[in-house]
């Protein structure tokens, strides 16, 4: 890599730790680098060669530029796959579902899509993607006509069923709770996609009686927890290690939705604000008065996450994403670009040691070609 790794994966000084609490971040840490990232590279390289293929040039276009600029997501997706029996299996999965869901979001944000119609039929792929088996219903573009992307779409669906089936404990109570994200998801990506006029005031109606079970967070901070694929990867990794039960699932879904989710996509939309204000896409992170505001809500949202995921988190790997979602995110050109570095390094102590630690990792690791 020709960085110092091994310095960039020391846990925290000075702090009292359950025993083998270091051991099991450290090697949590290495199996993300040495074996997580490059299945997950290998994965985007072969949905790339796959979108090179697309005959149609509008859709082959936001397919290749969804891979080029999103492949992160991926490598950060995989994570959950760390210490697992199933890694290659569990990052297909995951691999395909975010290639998914970030290609229907290059096609609704720049191909101008707006009929609910259209946002409903494309994003059936979210909850077929989610429901193991062979091939997939497909059907996902107007029109009825056979798929104008040469099977892409239906492919990254085919391959996320088919990973599915090899996750021991999927079925039942995963699956039921990997399906109500998987809901949240796709009417947030329907509703957010509406026309400018409309949209606002439907998704503020949509998230009525979520606001009412957790008062505490403003509609658009509940409408970003609703996109997150991270609470569903969770489940995935959940499923790999066993047959969780009725309860632990329940204990998982609570700790990501809402307070997970909101702090993964609030990041993401924060740094993106001033591209989607030049795009003229909704931005959840401008609704906040001003930066100061929204980084003390970061703030308090990300501490509301860390108490929701101690208890359930004896090896430690949900404590290190969320402690490295800040430096993942942050360590985004844009960010510098944007003169943010002040900002950047107050949202940096959220994630103490860990989250430096991925800071310095994605901001020195080699690009992706």
């Given at each position: 890599?020709?960085m110092?790794?091994?310095?960039?994966l020391?846990?925290r000084?000075?702090?009292?730790?359950?025993?083998?609490?270091?051991?099991?971040r450290?090697?949590?840490?290495?199996?993300?680098?040495?074996q997580?990232?490059?299945?997950?590279?290998?994965?985007?390289?072969?949905?790339?060669?796959?979108?090179?293929?697309?005959p149609d040039p509008?859709?082959?276009?936001q397919?290749?530029?969804?891979?080029?600029?999103?492949?992160?997501h991926c490598?950060?997706?995989?994570?959950?796959?760390a210490?697992?029996?199933?890694?290659?299996?569990?990052t297909?999965?995951?691999?395909?579902l975010?290639?998914?869901?970030?290609?229907?979001?290059?096609?609704?944000?720049?191909?101008g899509v707006?009929?609910?119609?259209?946002?409903?039929?494309?994003?059936?792929?979210?909850?077929d993607?989610?429901?193991?088996?062979?091939?997939?219903?497909?059907?996902?573009?107007?029109?009825?006509l056979p798929?104008?992307?040469?099977?892409?779409?239906?492919?990254?669906?085919?391959?996320?069923?088919?990973?599915?089936t090899?996750?021991?404990?999927?079925?039942?109570e995963?699956?039921?709770?990997?399906?109500?994200l998987?809901?949240?998801?796709?009417?947030?990506?329907?509703?957010?996609?509406?026309?400018?006029?409309?949209?606002?005031?439907?998704?503020?109606?949509?998230?009525?009686?979520?606001?009412?079970r957790?008062?505490?967070?403003?509609?658009?901070?509940?409408?970003?927890?609703?996109?997150s694929?991270?609470?569903?990867?969770?489940?995935?990794?959940?499923a790999?290690?066993?047959h969780p039960?009725?309860?632990?699932?329940?204990?998982?879904?609570?700790?990501?939705?809402?307070w997970?989710?909101?702090?993964?996509?609030?990041?993401?939309?924060?740094?993106?604000?001033?591209?989607?204000?030049?795009?003229?896409d909704?931005?959840?992170?401008?609704?906040?008065?001003?930066?100061?505001?929204?980084?003390?809500?970061?703030?308090?949202?990300a501490?509301?996450a860390?108490?929701?995921?101690?208890p359930?988190?004896?090896?430690?790997?949900?404590?290190?994403i969320?402690?490295?979602?800040?430096g993942?995110?942050?360590?985004?050109?844009?960010?510098?670009?944007?003169?943010?570095?002040?900002?950047?390094?107050r949202?940096?102590?959220q994630g103490g040691?860990?989250g430096?630690?991925a800071?310095?990792?994605?901001t020195l690791?080699?690009?992706?070609?």
């Open positions: 890599m020709g110092p790794v091994e310095w960039l020391r846990t000084r000075n702090r009292p730790r359950e025993p083998g609490q270091a051991g099991s450290l090697g949590l840490m290495l199996a993300i680098h040495r997580c990232r490059p299945l997950a590279l290998r994965e985007v390289a072969a949905w790339r060669r796959r979108a090179e293929g697309i509008i859709l082959r276009r397919a290749l530029l969804s891979l080029r600029y999103k492949c992160f490598e950060g997706g995989a994570a959950y796959a210490g697992t029996r199933w890694v290659p299996e569990l297909r999965a995951i691999c395909a975010q290639i998914l869901v970030d290609y229907l979001d290059n096609l609704s944000d720049r191909c707006q009929s609910p119609a259209t946002l409903v039929r494309l994003h059936r792929a979210v909850a993607a989610l429901t193991p088996g062979g091939e997939p219903p497909g059907g996902y573009y107007p029109g009825g798929d104008p992307d040469g099977g892409y779409l239906a492919g990254l669906v085919r391959e996320c069923r088919q990973s599915l090899h996750l021991p404990g999927y079925r039942g995963v699956e039921r709770a990997a399906l109500r998987g809901g949240l998801y796709a009417t947030l990506q329907v509703l957010k996609h509406l026309e400018v006029g409309v949209r606002q005031e439907r998704l503020i109606r949509w998230l009525e009686p979520l606001g009412r957790y008062p505490d967070l403003h509609w658009w901070e509940l409408a970003a927890a609703c996109g694929t991270l609470g569903i990867f969770a489940l995935f990794r959940a790999a290690q066993g039960t009725p309860g632990a699932v329940d204990d998982l879904y609570r700790a990501y939705f809402p997970v989710g909101a702090l993964h996509i609030l990041l993401d939309y924060y740094i993106d604000q001033e591209e989607d204000r030049q795009g003229g909704l931005n959840f992170a401008g609704y906040y008065p001003d930066r100061s505001t929204a980084l003390g809500r970061l703030g308090w949202i501490r509301r860390r108490e929701q995921v101690l359930l988190d004896p090896e430690g790997l949900h404590r290190l969320l402690a490295g979602l800040p993942l995110y942050l360590s985004d050109p844009k960010v510098a670009a944007h003169r943010r570095l002040p900002e950047t390094r949202l940096l102590r040691l860990a430096l630690a800071y310095l990792y994605c690791r080699p690009p992706v070609r």
